[in-house]
């Protein structure tokens, strides 16, 4: 009886510096905004911003959340559709 080793399949790696497209851009946007309403709310506690622009980057960080979350919520629903398709 000869034992080899199971090897699991890897995931493609993504270049440095690459481009990503579709849902990543999506979520890097979200990062960014929610990035951006972090410090607009830390420059409003160091006194140095305004309470009108803290409550705007955040209002747009909720919706870049709200938009990600969508797409990720209707990927799964086409892939639960597709895994459940009888071939």
Known sequence: MRVE???????????????SGGFGALLDAA???????????AAFVAHR????EMVVERARAD????????????VTQGLQTLLGMQI
């Open 5 to 19: 080793p199971l090897v699991p399949d890897s995931a493609a790696t993504v270049p440095a510096g690459a481009p």
């Open 31 to 41: 990062g960014a905004a929610l990035g951006a309403a972090d410090a607009a709310e």
């Open 49 to 52: 911003g305004g309470m009108q």
């Open 63 to 74: 919706i870049a959340l709200q938009i990600a979350a969508s797409g990720a919520q209707r």
